[in-house]
């Protein structure tokens, strides 16, 4: 499952349109997730697709104050979810999975925008556009096997 995150004032359905069937879309002002887009990937990515788990789960999660909100722990408590909250403007350093696990989805993700621009003689993507591209990118998603194998810290958190 995918949560996309337009920069915008208000989020057309047209941007929303042809992507991947369980994607959830969402804007911020800024285009970086605030309190409610994060509440809204909590509770319709994280939880939906780790309520079937059994025992707390860890969720590790940059130390921007945006995030936190006294909902958004009663959300996370309810569900049995541990937050864990880097320090602020550390997370390349200390997010395990951003240098072994996402580098390869970054990777081919470019090949996908090299492809595109190839294709279509475009020099970019429009918020239309995107839904599609991440679409036809399934092959972008990254699985625990391939998550503890990218990078030893990984295993780390895992546990």
């Known amino acids: 499952m995918s949560l996309v995150n337009y920069k915008g004032l208000h989020l057309y ?7 991947p069937e369980d994607a ?8 970086w997730m605030q309190s409610s887009q994060f509440a809204n990937w909590l509770e319709n990515v994280f939880i939906k697709h780790t309520t079937k788990l059994e025992g707390p789960k860890l969720l590790i999660f940059d130390g921007r104050n945006s995030h936190l909100t006294i909902p958004l722990f009663e959300m996370a408590c309810a569900n049995n979810i541990e937050l864990f909250c880097l320090s602020a403007h550390s997370s390349h350093a200390l997010q395990p999975l951003d240098i072994g696990v996402f580098k390869s989805v970054k990777n081919a993700w470019r090949n996908v925008l090299k492809d595109y621009y190839r294709d279509t003689g475009c020099k970019n993507v429009d918020k239309i556009t995107f839904p599609s591209l991440l679409k036809n990118s399934r092959k972008l998603d990254v699985s625990l096997e391939q998550m503890q194998l990218g990078d030893s810290r990984a295993l780390v958190f895992a546990h």
């Open 13 to 19: 359905s047209n941007w929303c349109q042809n992507g």
């Open 24 to 31: 959830v879309y969402n804007c911020s002002p800024s285009g």
